[in-house]
């Protein structure tokens, strides 16, 4: 039996921001994380396919810079953060070819375009309907399939036609784009735990969050943790999958949360090059193509990110659900697909037998899958999960409750900060 203060579930951005918060408060904490790590979706390896080169799984950006709380962090601490927007050249293509200059100015355009047409359709009064409204409101924009393929299921893992329009418009990103050297997983792993009573490999099966005296009660395979207050930040996934049980069970209301805040899934694919061939693009260059409809599934890539010798796709939404059950060979055929129609059958030969790598958050029990984003209808939902029960006995936070940076690191780490002040309050009483 150990008893804290305030018991903190899940060591990802949200967990160790409020164990922090915690410990600068001088309250006893703990974490019980189910993995072997910390970071959660912030995971950097060296995997031997790449030649041992650093590489992250998940999260890569330290998203909106300008007004990202990790970047000083960073800063103080000595890290050395590339400025990814200033290193990447993007190239466009319209089929096989290069866009043109008239095109470029037109898709350079489309984005303004494509966010006036959404204005009225988020007037007050009116129906919170899902993204693709927006590109049914521009038949006559070429471009505004590709913003929605971008906007929808790059950056948000998800359909056009299955979230909020709402949802999507308070949590656009703007501002500067940074990657810490050696990549954010490893950032968080040198800078994020320190000092911190973490227990890895410690997996909470039932949280009483109604004992006597007003407490809580976490119940793993080491023990009981007992404590005045509980801060939850696992996935809406696990949530969803009642990995941890509830006693008493979780009101109507929060559920409802939960189920309106499912998963969604990006699946990067990694194609190492055998050959010296560069398919003509610049190193650490950004490579897109017009998509022709609504709803075409859309792999941008990162190309030879760094001068490494490989380009790295990203696919998200029901595509990459749908590859993650095909498996691994069907990821890696759909990429070389996408980057074939391009440049033809010199990709073949660039490729042949070269090394793969094919991410799997979906297959992740203690994850299922990338990050939350809300039904139409639902753009609330993560403020209201977020808001603390029991006079602040039992608080949820992760990227799923942040409104404005949801998705994030950032996020997470933000809400993990304001529910440790909740259960703060809570321990207290």
């Known amino acids: 039996m150990t008893e804290v203060d305030v018991v903190v579930i899940g060591a990802g951005l949200a967990g160790l921001g409020a164990a922090t918060a915690l410990r600068q408060a001088g309250a006893r904490a703990v974490v019980l994380e189910a993995a072997g790590r910390i970071g959660g979706r912030a995971h950097t390896t060296c995997p031997p396919e790449l030649g041992g080169v650093w590489f992250d799984h998940g999260a890569v950006w330290l998203h909106a810079a300008e007004r990202n709380p990790l970047v000083p962090i960073a800063e103080t601490t000595g890290e050395t953060l590339l400025r990814s927007d200033e290193l990447r050249q993007e190239r466009t293509f319209v089929e096989d070819r290069p866009a043109t200059t008239a095109e470029l100015a037109a898709y350079d355009t489309a984005w303004d375009r494509f966010s006036a047409a959404a204005v009225p359709l988020l007037a007050p009064g009116q129906p919170d309907p899902p993204l693709a409204a927006v590109a049914r409101c521009l038949p006559d ?30 949590n656009q990103l703007t501002g500067s784009n940074l990657v810490p050297e050696g990549g954010i997983g490893a950032f968080v792993s040198r800078r994020l735990g320190t000092g911190l009573d973490i227990r890895l490999n410690t997996q909470v099966s039932r949280l009483h969050w109604d004992t006597p005296g007003g407490g809580v009660a976490a119940e793993t395979p080491s023990g009981t943790v ?45 194609l190492r090059a055998t050959g010296q061939d560069r398919l003509d693009l610049p190193l650490h260059c950004s490579l897109d193509r017009k998509v022709g409809r609504s709803g075409e599934p859309f792999m941008p890539f990162q190309c030879w990110p760094f001068g490494r010798d490989y380009v790295q796709g990203w696919i998200g939404g029901s595509t990459a659900w749908e590859l993650a059950r095909a498996g691994e060979a069907a990821a890696v055929d759909f990429a070389l697909g996408e980057v074939r129609r391009l440049f033809g059958s010199r990709v073949d030969r660039l490729f042949a037998g070269g090394a793969r790598l094919v991410t799997h958050w979906d297959a992740d029990p203690l994850i299922r899958g990338a990050y939350a984003y809300a039904l139409p209808g639902h753009a609330d939902a993560r403020a209201r999960l977020a808001e603390p029960l029991a006079d602040g006995r039992l608080v949820f936070a992760g990227e799923a409750c942040h409104v404005g940076l949801a998705g994030t690191l950032a996020g997470a780490w933000i809400t993990g900060r304001k529910a440790a002040g909740h259960a703060m309050q809570a321990a207290c009483r």
């Open 141 to 170: 924009d070429p471009w505004a399939p590709t913003v929605e393929a971008w906007e929808g299921p790059v950056i948000c893992a998800v359909d056009a036609d299955r979230f909020s329009l709402r949802d999507w418009h308070v």
């Open 226 to 270: 007992q404590a005045r207050a509980a801060v939850i930040t696992v996935s809406t996934g696990v949530l969803a999958a009642g990995t941890i049980r509830f006693d008493p069970a979780l009101p109507a209301a929060v559920q409802d949360c939960i189920a309106a805040l499912p998963m969604g899934l990006a699946v990067k694919v990694v």
